[in-house]
């Protein structure tokens, strides 16, 4: 079993925070980060032009650790995270939303990581979801027993649980050196396609703990603008254009039919946030890329829902779904962000 121990304690940490408009939760974020247990690191808060009270919430604490940069004018998300890493001081690379929370070992257990390798290029981790201040899971990605290895020889599906966990920015850490790249500024996967870049030439670690939590809110998904452009096409789009190469080929059709092509949940997304165009345009994307999902139950389920079910009520009953039954039959997990919220 892979052992994880620092054994070099020259290797420093930024941890990067892009914020807009998040002047309701940035003090409980910043709070997580600086209740650490890992004491030794630099904090960045790059603000994207907020138009609420974000900078003052800021300001307002006072720590030598955290330097604020605030844009003139709102640049995207995918620059603001490039200029994030441009800032950072550190050897690795941290980011964290401006409304999750990190547990207090998140950072030692990070750092550790990338100890276990210098050809470790990123460190992922699983997580849960949580409303308001209640910290009860209402929704968790795949659970992991062991810390896990994974490069671009490793079995396909463990590349596809290093890429799907990478659809939230937060948590996601790089060795600094080799991020010799721009991060994209299409959403969806402004976070996903460096990853996906990362692992084409380095070792990923799967980290087994869940050491962020993600707060459901009002976020960037819930802004109609983001679907102009198909989600699942966007995905596809940007792992066609990472793995380009002739070798990747398998790779590709395996990721495409096996793990963007079963998003249907995804449609219910659409149907609350978007157009009923973008949510037929997307139906279709769904039976192109896997046309065999016209025989999935599930498939169908989501699709029957999504078309049927009038947006106002679909909305109420998401949001009863997972206060009212997730929450009641998901393991309790064990997360301490160091402070009472």
Same mark, same amino acid.
């Given at each position: 079993?892979? !052992? ?7 290797? @420093?940490? $930024? ?5 807009? %408009?998040? +002047? ?12 650490? $247990? ?12 907020? !138009? ?11 720590? #030598? ?31 964290? #939303? ?15 990581? /990338? ?20 910290? $009860? ?10 810390? @896990?290895?994974? %490069?671009?020889? +490793?079995? /396909? ?6 890429? $799907? ?13 080799? *991020? ?13 396609? #460096? ?34 452009? +198909? ?6 789009? @940007? ?21 963007? #092509?079963? %998003? ?31 025989? %999935?139950?599930?498939?169908? /389920? ?8 009038? =947006?106002?009520? *679909?909305? =109420? ?5 997972? !206060? ?18």
């Amino acid at each position: 079993m892979m !052992k994880f121990i620092n054994k070099n304690k020259h290797e @420093t940490i $930024s941890v990067c925070i892009p914020t807009y %408009n998040s +002047s309701d939760t940035i003090v409980g974020t910043l709070k997580s980060v600086l209740n650490q $247990s890992l004491k030794d690191f630099d904090l960045i808060v790059v603000d994207d032009a907020s !138009k609420d009270d974000t900078i003052n919430k800021i300001k307002n604490i006072k720590d #030598a650790r955290i330097r604020i940069f605030h844009n003139k004018k709102n640049i995207g998300c995918g620059k603001n995270l490039q200029k994030c890493k441009d800032k950072a001081r550190g050897d690795i690379v941290v980011f964290l #939303a401006g409304d999750d929370l990190f547990d207090r070992l998140a950072l030692e257990k990070i750092l550790n990581a /990338f100890e276990v390798s210098k050809d470790v290029g990123v460190v992922i981790r699983p997580y849960f979801w949580f409303i308001g201040n209640n910290l $009860s899971p209402v929704r968790v990605t795949r659970q992991f027993k062991k810390n @896990t290895i994974v %490069n671009i020889k +490793s079995d /396909f599906n463990k590349i596809i649980d290093v890429i $799907s966990l990478s659809d939230q920015m937060s948590g996601v850490s790089f060795r600094k050196k080799y *991020l010799n790249f721009p991060f994209d500024n299409q959403p969806f996967v402004e976070m996903s396609s #460096a990853v996906m870049k990362i692992i084409k030439d380095h070792k990923a670690i799967i980290l087994k703990d869940n050491i962020l939590g993600v707060r459901i809110g009002n976020n960037g998904s819930m802004n109609p603008n983001v679907y102009r452009n +198909s989600p699942m096409n966007v995905w596809k789009d @940007t792992l066609y254009s990472v793995f380009y190469e002739n070798k990747h080929q398998k790779l590709k059709e395996y990721i495409l039919k096996n793990f963007i #092509a079963i %998003n249907y949940v995804g449609l219910i997304q659409i149907k609350n946030y978007g157009t009923l165009p973008q949510l037929l345009r997307e139906i279709n994307y769904l039976i192109k890329f896997r046309w065999i999902n016209v025989f %999935n139950y599930k498939f169908l /389920f989501y699709v029957f829902v999504s078309l049927v079910t009038p =947006k106002n009520i *679909l909305i =109420k009953l998401v949001d009863v779904y997972k !206060k009212k039954i997730n929450s009641k039959i998901i393991n309790k997990i064990n997360f301490d962000p160091g402070f009472e919220i």
